[in-house]
């Protein structure tokens, strides 16, 4: 059963925004890596990845991607 604090975006056409907080700065050229997704780097040493995310699936697949850069997950955040 669902947590009531938590929002399920099931049959939703729209793709859910999201931003991945990671330790660590990334270069320029991890842009394409991340298919078009915005990345930030901030003052703190933290870079954050944000945009679309058309569905769980692709959601799953940018997670992998950062477990596989080997950066520290910080926060994953829904944008609304």
Known sequence: MADKNTTIRSGSKQPTAYQVRLRGHLSAQWATYFDG???TLENDGDTLISGPVADQ???YGLLRKVRDLGLPLIAL???E
């Open 77 to 79: 955040t829904p944008l």
């Open 57 to 59: 699936a692709a959601l």
């Open 37 to 39: 997704l915005s990345i």
